[in-house]
């Protein structure tokens, strides 16, 4: 896994001098899971970028790569990635099992939840607990990613979804990678 947290920052870097996408195969990474790439700044580790596919609509080697991009120089919240930042933030790969319906009640604290009503979607990844370890508050803000308001969390027609993830984060920079407890 600590090669696709080099793979994300690779074809970030690669991006920035040629403008380009050219996916990387990697054969051992060809089984399809949900992906997301966060980006954050270093030391702060303030959010800088996340992108993902909650499904698995890709190989994990080609979502990694699309994700990455997508976090780097499309995440709305924030302006694209310039090159000067590169050895000031850590990638952060997150491989997701397949988000499973529940009740809101099953909901855990170490879940990635996804919540769905209509056409409004939004997802938390299980490391958001520790920003929001209050349940509540945790699907408060949830709701208010999705555009909800937040009394829709008793709405017989809202929808829950549970995951769980595997995630490897730089230390810092081009540095060492470490599998994260989440």
């Known amino acids: 896994m600590e090669e696709l947290v080099k793979l994300a920052r690779e074809t970030v870097k690669e991006y920035l001098k040629t403008k380009k996408v050219k996916i990387k195969e990697l054969e051992k990474f060809r089984e399809k899971r949900g992906v997301f790439v966060s980006i954050h700044t270093y030391p702060e580790k303030e959010l800088r970028g996340c ?16 994700a990455a991009i997508e ?19 850590i990638f952060e790969v997150s491989i997701l099992t397949e988000p499973k319906e529940c ?16 056409l409004n979607k939004g997802l938390f990844l299980p490391q958001v607990w520790e920003q ?22 008793q709405d ?4 829950f979804y549970r995951f769980s993830v ?17």
């Open 132 to 153: 929001i370890p209050d349940k509540k508050l945790f699907l408060c803000n949830l709701c208010w990613k999705a555009g909800l308001p937040e009394n829709y969390l």
């Open 51 to 66: 992108i993902g596919f909650p499904y698995p609509e890709h190989p994990v080697y080609k979502a990694v790569q699309l």
């Open 156 to 159: 017989k027609k809202t929808k």
């Open 103 to 118: 009740s809101q009640e099953k909901i855990k604290k170490e879940d990635g939840v996804i919540i769905e009503h209509g």
């Open 166 to 182: 595997e995630a490897f984060t730089e230390v810092e920079p081009n540095g060492k990678i470490e599998r994260l407890r989440v």
């Open 71 to 89: 976090a780097a120089f499309k995440d709305p919240r924030f302006p694209p990635l310039e090159e000067d930042e590169l050895n000031e933030i």
